[in-house]
């Protein structure tokens, strides 16, 4: 039997000074996708080691979650790394709205765009791309050294190559740092504006301008 909509957004990844489930995260979903999407296998294993056994309901998947943050944060930045987004509510349609509640859930909306744009900072910066690609080029000018050296028997200017390595290792470390800043300062608006968010469909369903389950996304373009 699954849980209630309203629990499939409680406590898991929820802000410590919030209450009980206001997230953008849908743990139905998450349980769902975690249990038969392949993406989420080594996920699932994790689950199944906790839970001491091979075969979990999706109710005892969200049981786990909710008592092991480290499961959903598992399962947000996996979908980070392939450009799926942790944020399971659709923009409002404002058609359906009075004039009253139009002008805040023009502005949930834009949030909800600028939260999906920035997402991708969500991720820790030693596990992004950026950084791969980063090493992947210092690698390549390790090897192109290497090889005018050796192989073109160019000893007589190899001071002059390691000096070039050398300097694209600085500035490789320099790209770095401004790319991790880039990230954290990313990431620091996401959390806030992510508050804000959650805080603006509040207020419209507490005025009777939304109802929150009808904004929820329950499965993914991607998975389907």
Known sequence: MTRPLQSSLNTAGAHPGRNKGETLIHLERVALEIKNVGLYDLILQDVQQIAGKKRLSEDEIIEIIQTHPEI??????LNVEYNISNIHIRDIDLATLDEACKEEAKAVNANLARLREIEKYTLDFEQSATLVIIFSVEFFVLFSVQYFIVLLDLKTWQWWIYGFFALSIVAAYIYAKKEQKKYAHFSAEYETLYEKTLKMIDRL????????????IAECEEHV
Do not use: T
């Open 72 to 77: 959903l944060e598992a399962y947000k930045q």
């Open 205 to 216: 369903e507490e005025n009777g301008c939304i109802k929150r389950a009808d904004l929820i």
